[in-house]
């Protein structure tokens, strides 16, 4: 949640360092939020902090309006047409967390070719006109890794649970994951799931994962990615909502 108050909070640093903040009155400029998902915690999360800060600034009058809109089901065809449909409506800026760093990239070139400001955070996009806004989440992928190898220094097998399929974060992070695999090779990744950073989709796919394989191969530790729950067990953190166990028997 911290962590998403940051991420908010940078990009709306980024808006009022934009030529349309240098007006003397911003009071009848309109923002957006285009949410690629918001089916986990850490996104609701995300949502109530943009309505209490947005909420404050329509309130004071720095702004008219701060509208959220999110997409069903991370489809990056249905955010590319709702941020075409935040152009037609005027909005003079536009907040993104994107459902894929490419797949929208025409929709922010219109928005920006528009007169329009784009900030994406989180799930960012690789348009060059946009703001992006973004952790290394990268290494934090692979400090958990990392952090197993002291815990688990004979290695085993890891069983990873990703997030969103498609995002940028998701992405990064498992390349990070990867990568740690490299600089300790007695780990193995030996089965990949997605998870949506949800704890019920993530709880389905592990057990979904473990009838498949229990034959095969039984699992020294789990790289997940859903909310961390008390545990005597080892624990490395990713994101704010993330974490790893290992499992000795």
């Known amino acids: 949640m911290k962590k998403s108050r940051m991420l908010l909070a940078t990009a709306a640093l980024c808006l009022a360092m934009t030529p349309m903040a240098a007006q003397a009155d911003t009071s009848g400029k309109k923002i957006a939020l285009s949410n690629n998902y918001a089916g986990n915690s850490w996104r609701q999360a995300m949502l109530t902090s943009w309505e209490k800060v947005t909420g404050a600034a329509v309130k004071d009058g720095k702004v008219a309006a701060a509208d959220a809109f999110t997409t069903a089901e991370n489809q990056a065809t249905e955010q590319a047409a709702q941020i075409q449909n935040m152009i037609l409506q005027g909005y003079d800026a536009i907040v993104v967390n994107a459902a894929s760093p490419t797949a929208l990239n025409g929709a922010i070139k219109e ?3 528009a007169g329009i400001t784009v900030v994406s955070f989180d799930g960012i996009v690789t348009e060059p006109c946009a703001w992006r806004i973004a952790v290394d989440f990268k290494e934090m992928g692979r400090s958990q890794v990392e ?3 002291g815990k688990l220094p004979d290695g085993g097998n890891l069983l990873e649970i990703r997030g969103l399929a498609g995002v940028f974060v998701d992405d990064e992070i498992s390349a990070g994951i990867h990568e740690g695999v490299k600089q300790f090779p007695q780990f193995k990744i030996a089965g990949s799931v997605h998870g949506d950073w949800a704890q019920d989709v993530a709880q389905k796919a592990v057990a979904g994962q473990a009838c498949r394989t229990s034959s ?3 699992p020294r530790a789990v790289t997940a990615t859903v909310r961390p729950r008390p545990s005597p067990l080892p624990i490395a953190r990713c994101r ?7 499992k000795t028997s």
């Open 111 to 113: 928005a920006c070719d």
């Open 216 to 218: 095969a191969w039984s």
């Open 147 to 149: 952090y197993l190898s």
């Open 240 to 246: 704010s909502s993330s974490w790893a166990i290992a």
